[in-house]
Each structure stands twice: as C-alpha cells, then as structure tokens.
C-alpha cells in the first residue's frame, strides 16, 4: 500500500515519523510525498499549546478533503489527550495513542489487511527523508518524562520514560547513513533522560554513537540543561558532535522558574553556557522562553528580558503561555491578561532578533563545512543553495548551474549577512 506520513509539532514527532517509514518500507509498503496518492495518510499530531491543537485538526480535516477515499490513521498527543473527540472527526478510521505509537505500522497493517508486495519485488530505496525533501534524520532515543513542569501537557500525553536500546539507535544510524543521510539529530520528550530507565546515560549513548558509527554530523534536539553531568561537553572534542545545543530556559526569573517547577536556576544556567563556550570555540547555544506564565510581573519580565540579553542566544522559541487544561499552572492564580502577554511577545520577539543578528555577525569571516541541503534556481545560470553550518546557522551560496552541491558537506567561507537573517558564504 502507499502511505502518506504527516507530523506537526516537535523534532520527536519528526524522529517518529522516520521510524515508521522504515517499518513499512521494510514490509514492501511504499512511502509517498502527497497525500492524494496514498492508501493510508498517518497524521502525528501535536498538541503543546491551544494553538498546535487547531492545527492538529485543521490538519486532519485538510487531510480528509484531500484524499477522502484514504484510511486516515491519526497519532500524536492531541490525539491522545481527545482521542474520543478525534476517533469520531470525520475521515478517521484509526487512532493510535502514544503509549502504542511505537507499533503504528503493525497496528495499520493489522487494522486494515491490506496486501502487501512480496518482499523480494521491492529493491532498497533511498531514505524515506528524501521523499519529503530532508537531508538530516530524527532518530529517537527515548519517549516520555519523569518530570512535572506545571505548565507541560506532553508529560501528560507522552507518559513514563522509556528508552530504546543503544543497539536499536546505532542500528538505525547505520542504515540511515547508507541510505546517504550525512546528519541525525537525536531526539525525545527528555532526551538528557535517556537511560534512566535502563541503567545507561545520554553520555554514553553518544560514545556509543561515536564509536559504532560513521554517520559525519550528529547534534541534539532540546536537552533540558539540568540532565548534563559536568564532563559532558568534552565529547565536542570529536568533530563529528556538532557545537549547538537548545537548552530550554523558560523564564529568566528564578520566583517564575520556582512556579513552572523548572529544576534548574538562571544563576546554573549561565554556568552551563559559560561552560560550553569555553569548551568548544563557536557554541551555538538556543533556548525557549514563555511569555506570560500566571503571576508574571512586570518586574519578573524585566528580570527576563535582562538575563536573555546578558547571556545571548543564537535563537529564541518564543511561546505565549496557553492554558492546558490538565496541567498544574492551568488552576494558577493572576493568568496574565491577552493584550499583556502579546505586547511582551513582540518585545522579546524583537530582542531576539537583535541578539541573533549579533550572533550571525560574529561568525562572518569564519571558514566552516556546511552540509547543503537543497537548490533553487537563481539568476541566469547559477543555482541558489541552503545549507547549515555545523553550529546550525543557516547559509546561503550562490554557484554555477553544473556544480551539485546537494546533500554534500563543502569547506565555506562566510561572508556576509543577509537581511532575512541568514549568512552569506562562498564554496
């Protein structure tokens, strides 16, 4: 059968993605860029603010219009939280909750008993990832959270922490990197959590890695910064760990991080950034920060937009607090009022801005190998390509027509900045 793989929200949703590409492919199922095409259309849905709700369902009835004649499989957490109000949207056939979402592909197959190809009649193919136009793959290490940040519904969606095997994971980088993906980014609800369970660490997990793979590029989704042991960023001495991290901050006020039940302190924070910098020259350090958790004032704001400043960051995810029904911070007293919560957005929206622009210029002048991504046509006779540097900024070159630079890692030289906040580099 052809399926269709759709996720919103995070890079774990992405990793899920990838894993259940393989598992159909490895069953002669096929894996198909457009939706109208498909058998099967498996949604992952995402459900971290009210916002990424009504995306979920825009998504599945989007999904529906489009290929009406197709079994709509939806997953995910808004799934999982409205799984009675989703099951009954028109169009779904299937509703798989994430503490079954590891089996998806098998479920699917079971559920509807569609035929399948005999194995030998599929030759090995290119990565599902290049069917969607991706060039690095999310690979998960591990699902739900032993934490209880009052503000977070995925702990609640995505339940207790459970990691899969260093075999597993190695295993998947392996195939991966021979179907000629160059880059993948570890990815979980709490990655720095990884072995919790199992009696293992992200550490070593990522000298595993190291050790028993080729895989050239390998860099983290968000890692909450209380899981780092001390030593950790001496693994950035290998070159194939690439020197950016997002550590998600939230507040940079301690009386609202004591409110979120956020386990790390700003004053900790600073040290970790510190720390990282110093250890491997051009750290790329990004981060998440709240505007207007219940009770922030006007002088803890002030106290946020003064600490963001003082570290510096290379790129903020900028959230406006939504109520999550189920969550501790939902029944929290002084809920900051629409208007507020948006004024405060566009300020730091616009020091954010400020603050990477900095961090862009700083790095114009370096030579660094890029991984190029994808082209598009430019001026006569030249192509446009996007690529990242290995501390994942974003960067742009211009070449002639007959030079590829597709899915290749090329010594650049950065020369500029442009105004969309992007670098400028020559090959």
């Not at 595993?208 to 080729?214: F, G, K, M, N, S």
């Not at 002030?302 to 911070?329: C, D, M, N, P």
């Not at 991984?371 to 598009?376: P, S």
Request: hydrophobic share 40%.
């Amino acid at each position: 059968m052809k399926v269709h793989l759709k996720a919103l929200g995070c890079r774990l949703n992405e990793a899920e993605l990838e894993q259940w590409s393989q598992q159909f492919r490895a069953e002669g199922h096929e894996i198909v860029p457009n939706a109208p095409d498909a058998d099967v259309l498996v949604l992952n849905t995402c459900a971290v603010t009210h916002e990424a709700s009504g995306k979920s369902r825009r998504l599945m009835h989007r999904l529906y219009r489009e290929n009406p004649a197709a079994k709509l499989v939806v997953s995910g957490c808004y799934a999982s939280l409205q799984a009675d109000e989703v099951a009954q949207t028109l169009g779904v056939d299937l509703v798989v909750p994430n503490t079954e979402k590891d089996q998806l592909p098998q479920t699917v197959m079971q559920h509807f008993a569609l035929p399948v190809m005999p194995a030998m009649a599929s030759e090995p193919g290119e990565s599902p990832l290049f069917l969607r136009g991706r060039h690095r793959a999310f690979i998960k290490i591990q699902d739900g959270c032993r934490y209880r940040c009052t503000f977070c519904i995925v702990t609640v969606a995505r339940g207790d922490e459970r990691s899969r095997t260093e075999a597993d994971i190695i295993s998947e980088i392996n195939t991966l990197h021979q179907q000629g993906i160059q880059e993948v980014v570890l990815a979980g609800v709490h990655v720095g959590g990884y072995g919790s369970d199992t009696g293992t660490s992200l550490y070593a997990l990522v000298q595993a890695i190291l050790r028993e793979t080729d895989m050239p590029r390998i860099r983290f989704a968000s890692v909450e910064p209380w899981d780092l042991p001390d030593d950790f960023f001496a693994l950035f001495t290998n070159p194939r760990l690439m020197p950016h991290m997002h550590l998600p901050l939230q507040s940079g006020a301690d009386t609202v991080l004591r409110r979120m039940a956020r386990r790390c302190k700003t004053a900790e924070f600073a040290q970790l950034v510190a720390e990282a910098r110093r250890s491997v020259p051009g750290f790329n350090v990004t981060t998440d920060i709240i505007v207007g958790f219940p009770g922030e004032t006007d002088e803890e704001w002030e106290q946020t937009l003064a600490y963001v400043e003082s570290v510096g960051f290379g790129h903020l995810h900028i959230f406006t607090y939504s109520i999550r029904t189920g969550t501790k911070a939902a029944g929290l007293p002084n809920q900051v009022a629409e208007p507020l919560k948006k004024a405060r957005s566009q300020t730091l929206h616009m020091l954010g801005e400020r603050l990477k622009q900095q961090w862009l210029t700083q790095q114009v002048g370096h030579t660094v190998p890029v991984l190029w991504e994808y082209g598009r046509a430019g001026d006569a006779g030249q192509q446009i390509y996007t690529g990242y540097t290995p501390n994942y900024s974003k960067v742009t070159v211009a070449v002639a027509n007959h030079e590829i630079l597709e899915n290749t890692i090329k010594p650049t030289m950065l020369t500029g900045v442009l105004e969309a906040g992007v670098l400028e580099g020559r090959v």
